[in-house]
């Protein structure tokens, strides 16, 4: 019995850390190529081709003015309506007339937010013939 032997002290246990970096930079990647994003379909605009040979004549009784003037009112054939009126009114006409297209003239002065709430209430209407123009000042 003569020696006395030394105990070893044992550290706490370690994690090893190394390749934590790797993983959460594979997992970074993962989650993004997997990621699907909504993406909301808005109104097809066909833009015209600027030769004058693509005008068509439409018929007035055809057309469905919606004017978003400089003092940020709406006016649907010439009468002040409020924006959540404007589906109604659009569903309403386009019962009436198939072929009808709306035209949404909007001042240089509006406010742009007023003319997409007016194709966003479009939109809602499921309103597909849409002609966008500038008012004369």
């Given at each position: 019995?003569?020696?006395?032997?030394?105990?070893?002290?044992k550290g706490a246990p370690e994690i090893n850390t190394a390749s934590?970096?790797?993983?959460?930079?594979?997992?970074?990647?993962?989650?993004?190529?997997?990621?699907?994003?909504?993406?909301?379909?808005?109104?097809?605009?066909?833009?015209?081709?600027?030769?004058?040979?693509?005008?068509?004549?439409?018929?007035?009784?055809?057309?469905?003015?919606?004017?978003?003037?400089?003092?940020?009112?709406?006016?649907?054939?010439?009468?002040?309506?409020?924006?959540?009126?404007?589906?109604?009114?659009?569903?309403?006409?386009?019962?009436?007339?198939?072929?009808?297209?709306?035209?949404?003239?909007?001042?240089?002065?509006?406010?742009?937010?007023?003319?997409?709430?007016?194709?966003?209430?479009?939109?809602?209407?499921?309103?597909?013939?849409?002609?966008?123009?500038?008012?004369?000042?």
């Amino acid at each position: 019995m003569g020696m006395l032997s030394k105990k070893k002290k044992k550290g706490a246990p370690e994690i090893n850390t190394a390749s934590t970096a790797d993983i959460s930079f594979l997992l970074l990647i993962f989650f993004i190529v997997s990621t699907v994003f909504n993406v909301d379909q808005g109104l097809p605009l066909v833009l015209p081709s600027g030769e004058a040979s693509d005008a068509a004549q439409v018929s007035r009784k055809n057309i469905l003015e919606i004017k978003a003037m400089a003092d940020n009112t709406i006016t649907v054939k010439g009468n002040v309506v409020r924006l959540d009126r404007i589906r109604q009114m659009v569903q309403e006409a386009q019962n009436a007339n198939p072929k009808l297209i709306v035209v949404v003239q909007t001042a240089p002065l509006a406010q742009y937010g007023l003319m997409i709430n007016i194709l966003d209430e479009l939109k809602m209407a499921h309103i597909k013939k849409i002609s966008i123009k500038m008012l004369d000042s």
